[in-house]
Structures are given as C-alpha cells and as structure tokens.
C-alpha cells in the first residue's frame, strides 16, 4: 500500500528576478513501512522536498496524493489536521518548545487533536519510555542533552501514531557516537511497522535506510535499494 | 469540537501566563498603560458616584418647593460685582413682600452669620446662625427632637431663644438634656428652646444642614449685622411643587413692585432654587465625566499601543515557535487564539492592577466623599480591559497566525 504519490512535482522561488527551481519534475511513491533515505548536495532540494511531502508547503507544479487524497485540493485547515495525524517530524534542530518540560512537548501534538488530558498525558508518557526517556519526563529542553532532545522531538513525532515519521537529518546536529543511538532508535521505530523518511549528507546514516533516493538540482538522480544494509545492534 | 476548543483555550491561556511571567519587567512596563486607564475610569465613576451621593443628600435638605429671593445669585452669567452693586434686600422689602405676594404658602426673612457656640467648656466653631421669624417653620420640614420653634412674640419682641440642630446638641450637650440650657452665641446668651431631628444630610462642602442655629432675625441684627451679609434672604415656600413655577412669576413681579424698577430695567435681585443648582451641578458632573472619559481613553489608547507593540515583539520572537506549533498541526486559528489570549491576559492582569488601585483610592476618596467602588465599575473595569486585550491583540496574532510554516522554521 502506498502512502504517498508524487508526480511531476516541482517549486520555483523567486527571488528578485530570478527563478529558483529547487525541484524539478519529480515522481516518487513511497510505501508502508518502508525506510527512505534522502541524499544530495547542498542545495539540491532536500528540505524543500520534505516539508513538500510533510504539506508544510505547496508545489508550484504536480500533484501530490496523500493516502491517495489529493493534497494540492486542500485548505489551510486540512493540511493542519493531516500534519497533526499523519506526519512526525523531526527536525536537526529539534525545534522543542524551550519553556515547556519534555512531557508538555511530547503532548503538544494530542492537544491540538483534542485529546483530553489524562489520555493525553498517559500518550505523552508511553512514548518518552519508548524513546528510552523515562528519567527525564520533567526536564525542560536545556536541561538536556542533544540525544536526549532528539528523543523528545523523536517522541513528539511518535505520539500521535502517524502514517509516516519525517526526519530532515535529525542526526546533524549530533556527534556520531549520539547519532547512532538515534540511528538505532529510528531502526526500532521502522521494525515496528512505521514509515520513514530520513535526509542525511553522510553515507553510513543512509546505509541504514533500506532504499536511498538521490537528489540533484532539483532533479532525482537516483532512487535505488539498499543492497548492504546495515542493521545496527544494541550492545 | 468544544472540547478541543477548550484544549486549544487551556493551552494558550498556559502559554500566555508562561509568556508573561517569563518576561516580567517587559510585561509589567506594557500592562502600565492599562493599569492606569483602569485606575482613573474606576476613580473616576466612584468620586462622581461620592460627589452625587453628597450633593443628592445636601440638596434635598434646600426641599424642591422653596425659591430663595437673594441678593446674589447661586449660578447665573451676570458678573458679581454688578451683583455687588445692588440694593440690599431690607426688612421693609420682605414686610411688603409678605402682604402683596398671594401665592406663597408662607415666606420668611433669613440673615446669617457664622459664630462660635458654647456650651460652658464645649464650644464649636463657623456654626451657622439663622436669624428668621416664626413663619420660617413653614418653610421647612422641621421636625423636632425636643421642645418647639420660637413664636411670632419671642421672634417680634427678639427674645433670645434658640432652636438648635441635632449635630449641634450632639456636641454641646452630650447627655441629651439641652432643653432650657443656656448657650452662648457669639458671646451672646440664648435660651435652647427647641432641638431639631437629625436631617441625616451629608456634609455638601462646608455646609452641614445639622449643624446650624435658629434665631429670631432682630438678635441678628441687633448683635452680629456687622458680620453678616447687610441683606436678607426671603425664603418663599410654595403651596406645592407644582405652584413653584407660578409663585416665582408672582415673586419676581411683586419684587420689581417693592424695589420699583422700571419696565426696561434688570431685575436687582436673584430668585435662586434648587432646581438650578441641579442644572449647574450636572453640567459640572458634564464636565469632569468628559474629561475623565477622556483621560482614560487617552491612556487605554496609549495603552493599547503599548500592547500592540509588544505582542508584535512577542510574535517576532517566537517565530520559530509558531512555525513549529504549525508543522505539529496548529491551525491559524489556534496560532491566532493563543496570540490573542496572550494580549487580553496581560491586559486582565492590568486591568486588576488598576481595579485594586483604584479601590485603595477610593477608601481614601471615602473619607471626603461616602463611596465605594460598585459592582457595574468592575464589570465596566474587566470589560474594558478585555477589549483593550482582544483590540490591541487582533493585528499582532492575525500576523501570526498567517505566517508560512516553512518560513518560520526557517527565522534565525
Ligand atoms: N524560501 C526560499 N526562497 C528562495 N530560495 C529558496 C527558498 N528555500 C529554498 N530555496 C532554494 O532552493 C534550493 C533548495 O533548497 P533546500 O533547502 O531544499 O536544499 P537542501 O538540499 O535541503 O540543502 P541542505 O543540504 O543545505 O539543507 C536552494 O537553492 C535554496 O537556495
Ligand atoms: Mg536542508
């Protein structure tokens, strides 16, 4: 089954009088349960392309299918609710609320869906244990570590069951050593049944994905399965 | 859908209260405006609400059916030093007056001074003596404590009888037992024949209705005109209130008659009434509510600016936040909420602020006026801050909520 279907996609900013074309003609389906890799150089249109898929933005040209709703169709409020529902970002720089402790953050999302508090709160907990927080449910953002608030985000994502999980290297803000525990927490993620979507400009990261699309100017350079995948184990 | 608007209310009104005490100094230099516009529009209704309060009391004690054919008048446009240039109202007027007018229920002759009155050691200072004839009793709606009014012989002959107020005998004769006492008014000696009822009047400036001294008009004369005015005033009460247009007419042509004026000259003499001290009292109430009203629109809107600023600075800041808030599925319409729940809280929080100042202001406010501050003050104080809140607020959220996600994410 297919979560999403792009065709012929493509977005030009403008800036001045010249046209950026950050992506060209591109056609991708993604499918359950799958784990993408997304890789270019600098530029080529990696994040334009995610909050493309994450409806955080619109297409110049192409449609975009969602669960094979056309997304292109829907208003301001719709694109909401399916953020909310559908989609988990993680972002590098974690994006956490800095004010609020971790629980309130992992809870944000069930709040605008509109689930009462002890359910909420019950949620928001379950998935700080699954990211391996249990310990720190009180702390506020800089109370803690990267890794640890890339759990919380990771967390954030994870609470609201969404269709597919959206990570715009999640590990570039981290040394590699923290960026592997992260690894190892978006592959127990992915064996659980979730899809994944993952940017990353390092080699080893992708080889953890089962499939890796590459980008050029705006254009996919290749899309192709991960032969020698590498499956990270807790030791 | 209520429910999750409810959520979305919860969650913004944290976010609010977390924004506002995170940023203490910022919040209180913003709320200042509000709290000052509050004070004065809560200040300001209780002193005019006091001023009524008093002035309603005073006034009635002056009764709605009594003309008081005078010398000066209370409020007019005719300048006082003509007024000063006009002929003294005399005895002689007020005994011609007292025969020709026919439609007066009754009319009296006041001459006052203000005097010491003493009691052996008890004294007390500026009391207002009265000097009158027995008719005056029907000009007024006495009503006594202890003895009676003084008669037409004691008042013809000049007898040296008193009829005191109750404010009066409270402080000179503190057992009750003033009947018959001797006081001294002046340095001159007085019989008390006659306690009045309290008029549970309040005091209107320095005029306290209970605390005043009935004496036969030729004692006046005789011991304190020096002191007085030179002219009397003649108290005319109408038959009913309805007749008081009627009887003026009457008076002021029967006045022309005795000072015989002629037909193109000015009256010499004013005929002043309750009713146009009411008049004047409003326009003077006009003028202090719009210039409180303007004060305080003047500092909401200055306010409000304020507000407006700061929550276009809030939303800068937390750009981020909101383009955070957006990917995580908030829709414009919670990003707007939240932003507006922001203003309106700080503008509450001020608007209590001045509501507790304003109170304390009127305790103090208590002590020359009676008031308090009422409930529809609070409600008028609460709502005008809220307004204030949700006015100030509209554009800062509005530009919020309308932000690109995608940009958002991006401001450094
Ligand atoms: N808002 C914008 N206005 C103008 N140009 C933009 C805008 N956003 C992106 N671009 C341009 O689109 C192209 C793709 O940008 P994008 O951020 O998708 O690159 P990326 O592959 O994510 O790069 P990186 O690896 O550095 O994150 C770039 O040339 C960028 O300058
Ligand atoms: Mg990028």
Redesign the interface.
Not at chain 1, 67 to 85: G, H, P, Q, W
Not at chain 1, 115 to 140: C, F, N, P, Q, W
Not at chain 1, 199 to 217: M, P, Q, S
Not at chain 2, 43 to 53: E, F, K, L, Q, V
């Given at each position: 089954m297919n979560i999403i279907t792009i065709e012929n996609i493509s977005k030009v900013y403008k800036v001045g009088d010249t046209e950026v074309h950050a992506l060209r003609d591109v056609s991708l389906t993604i499918n359950k349960n799958e784990y993408v890799a997304i890789m270019g150089p600098s530029g080529s249109g990696k994040s334009t392309l995610m909050?493309m898929l994450?409806c955080?933005?619109t297409p110049s040209n192409g449609r975009y299918e969602f669960k094979n709703k056309n997304v292109s169709a829907m208003t301001?409020?719709e694109l909401?609710?399916i953020?909310?529902?559908e989609i988990g970002?993680v972002?590098q720089t974690f994006?956490?609320?800095s004010?609020?402790n971790a629980l309130h953050n992992v809870e944000?999302?069930l709040?605008?869906?509109?689930?009462?508090g002890a359910e909420r709160k019950d949620r928001a907990r379950k998935a700080l244990v699954d990211v391996g927080l249990e310990e720190r449910i009180h702390h506020k953002p800089n109370e803690l570590s990267g890794g640890q608030r890339q759990r919380v985000a990771i967390a954030?994502a994870l609470v609201?069951n969404p269709s597919i999980i959206l990570a715009d290297e999640p590990t570039g803000n981290l040394d590699s050593k923290t960026g592997e525990e992260i690894m190892i927490l978006f592959n127990q993620i992915h064996q659980t049944g979730n899809t994944i979507i993952l940017v990353t400009h390092e080699e080893y990261i992708a080889k953890h994905a089962d499939r890796i699309i590459r980008l050029k100017d705006g254009y996919v350079h290749s899309d192709e399965k991960v032969l020698d995948r590498y499956i990270p184990t807790i030791n | 859908?209520n429910?999750?608007f409810f959520?979305?209310f919860k969650?913004g009104f944290i976010i609010a209260i977390?924004?506002i005490f995170?940023n203490k100094i910022r919040s209180i230099l913003t709320m200042l405006g509000i709290v000052i516009g509050i004070t004065s529009v809560v200040t300001m209704s209780t002193a005019i609400r006091g001023i009524d309060n008093s002035f309603q009391e005073g006034i009635s004690s002056l009764g709605t059916d009594v003309l008081y054919i005078d010398k000066w008048a209370w409020f007019s446009n005719v300048e006082w030093w003509k007024m000063r240039n006009r002929k003294s109202i005399t005895m002689e007027d007020y005994d011609k007056f007292r025969s020709m007018a026919q439609l007066p229920l009754a009319s009296a002759p006041v001459a006052n001074t203000g005097q010491r009155v003493k009691h052996k050691e008890k004294y007390i200072d500026r009391v207002i003596i009265n000097g009158s004839t027995a008719d005056y009793l029907k000009t007024t709606n006495f009503t006594f404590s202890m003895g009676r009014f003084y008669s037409e012989i004691e008042s013809k002959s000049s007898r040296y009888v008193a009829v005191i107020g109750s404010e009066v005998a409270k402080n000179l004769f503190p057992l009750g037992d003033a009947l018959d006492k001797e006081i001294k008014v002046g340095g001159v000696a007085f019989r008390v024949i006659g306690v009045l009822e309290e008029q549970g009047s309040i005091i209107l400036g320095n005029f306290n209705p209970d605390n005043q001294v009935f004496v036969p008009i030729g004692t006046i004369f005789k011991h304190f005109m020096g002191q007085s005015f030179g002219s009397v005033t003649i108290n005319v009460r109408a038959v009913s209130p309805a007749l008081v247009e009627e009887t003026k007419v009457e008076a002021q042509s029967v006045m022309r008659k005795i000072r015989g004026l002629g037909y193109q000259e000015p009256d010499d003499f004013s005929i002043n009434q309750q009713e146009g001290l009411m008049e004047q009292y409003n326009q003077v109430v006009g003028v202090i509510q719009i210039a409180g009203i303007f004060i305080t629109s003047l500092s909401l809107f200055v306010g409000a600016i304020g507000i407006m600023n700061i929550m276009f600075v809030s939303v800068r800041e937390r750009t981020?936040?909101i383009?955070?808030?957006?990917?995580?599925?908030?829709?414009?319409?919670?990003i707007l909420l939240q932003f507006l729940l922001e203003s309106s809280t700080i503008c509450l929080i001020g608007g209590f602020i001045g509501l507790l100042f304003a109170v304390i202001l009127s305790q103090v406010i208590d002590r020359f006026l009676p008031t308090s501050v009422q409930y529809d003050a609070v409600f008028l104080a609460i709502g005008i801050s809220l307004i204030t809140g949700i006015v100030a607020g509209l554009a800062p959220a509005y530009t919020a909520a309308k932000l690109d996600?995608?940009e958002a994410?991006r401001y450094e």
């Amino acid at each position: 089954m297919n979560i999403i279907t792009i065709e012929n996609i493509s977005k030009v900013y403008k800036v001045g009088d010249t046209e950026v074309h950050a992506l060209r003609d591109v056609s991708l389906t993604i499918n359950k349960n799958e784990y993408v890799a997304i890789m270019g150089p600098s530029g080529s249109g990696k994040s334009t392309l995610m909050n493309m898929l994450g409806c955080l933005d619109t297409p110049s040209n192409g449609r975009y299918e969602f669960k094979n709703k056309n997304v292109s169709a829907m208003t301001d409020n719709e694109l909401a609710a399916i953020r909310n529902r559908e989609i988990g970002f993680v972002f590098q720089t974690f994006n956490l609320l800095s004010r609020s402790n971790a629980l309130h953050n992992v809870e944000l999302p069930l709040i605008y869906s509109g689930i009462s508090g002890a359910e909420r709160k019950d949620r928001a907990r379950k998935a700080l244990v699954d990211v391996g927080l249990e310990e720190r449910i009180h702390h506020k953002p800089n109370e803690l570590s990267g890794g640890q608030r890339q759990r919380v985000a990771i967390a954030r994502a994870l609470v609201t069951n969404p269709s597919i999980i959206l990570a715009d290297e999640p590990t570039g803000n981290l040394d590699s050593k923290t960026g592997e525990e992260i690894m190892i927490l978006f592959n127990q993620i992915h064996q659980t049944g979730n899809t994944i979507i993952l940017v990353t400009h390092e080699e080893y990261i992708a080889k953890h994905a089962d499939r890796i699309i590459r980008l050029k100017d705006g254009y996919v350079h290749s899309d192709e399965k991960v032969l020698d995948r590498y499956i990270p184990t807790i030791n | 859908m209520n429910k999750h608007f409810f959520f979305e209310f919860k969650e913004g009104f944290i976010i609010a209260i977390t924004a506002i005490f995170s940023n203490k100094i910022r919040s209180i230099l913003t709320m200042l405006g509000i709290v000052i516009g509050i004070t004065s529009v809560v200040t300001m209704s209780t002193a005019i609400r006091g001023i009524d309060n008093s002035f309603q009391e005073g006034i009635s004690s002056l009764g709605t059916d009594v003309l008081y054919i005078d010398k000066w008048a209370w409020f007019s446009n005719v300048e006082w030093w003509k007024m000063r240039n006009r002929k003294s109202i005399t005895m002689e007027d007020y005994d011609k007056f007292r025969s020709m007018a026919q439609l007066p229920l009754a009319s009296a002759p006041v001459a006052n001074t203000g005097q010491r009155v003493k009691h052996k050691e008890k004294y007390i200072d500026r009391v207002i003596i009265n000097g009158s004839t027995a008719d005056y009793l029907k000009t007024t709606n006495f009503t006594f404590s202890m003895g009676r009014f003084y008669s037409e012989i004691e008042s013809k002959s000049s007898r040296y009888v008193a009829v005191i107020g109750s404010e009066v005998a409270k402080n000179l004769f503190p057992l009750g037992d003033a009947l018959d006492k001797e006081i001294k008014v002046g340095g001159v000696a007085f019989r008390v024949i006659g306690v009045l009822e309290e008029q549970g009047s309040i005091i209107l400036g320095n005029f306290n209705p209970d605390n005043q001294v009935f004496v036969p008009i030729g004692t006046i004369f005789k011991h304190f005109m020096g002191q007085s005015f030179g002219s009397v005033t003649i108290n005319v009460r109408a038959v009913s209130p309805a007749l008081v247009e009627e009887t003026k007419v009457e008076a002021q042509s029967v006045m022309r008659k005795i000072r015989g004026l002629g037909y193109q000259e000015p009256d010499d003499f004013s005929i002043n009434q309750q009713e146009g001290l009411m008049e004047q009292y409003n326009q003077v109430v006009g003028v202090i509510q719009i210039a409180g009203i303007f004060i305080t629109s003047l500092s909401l809107f200055v306010g409000a600016i304020g507000i407006m600023n700061i929550m276009f600075v809030s939303v800068r800041e937390r750009t981020r936040e909101i383009g955070v808030r957006k990917a995580i599925g908030a829709t414009r319409k919670t990003i707007l909420l939240q932003f507006l729940l922001e203003s309106s809280t700080i503008c509450l929080i001020g608007g209590f602020i001045g509501l507790l100042f304003a109170v304390i202001l009127s305790q103090v406010i208590d002590r020359f006026l009676p008031t308090s501050v009422q409930y529809d003050a609070v409600f008028l104080a609460i709502g005008i801050s809220l307004i204030t809140g949700i006015v100030a607020g509209l554009a800062p959220a509005y530009t919020a909520a309308k932000l690109d996600p995608v940009e958002a994410l991006r401001y450094e």
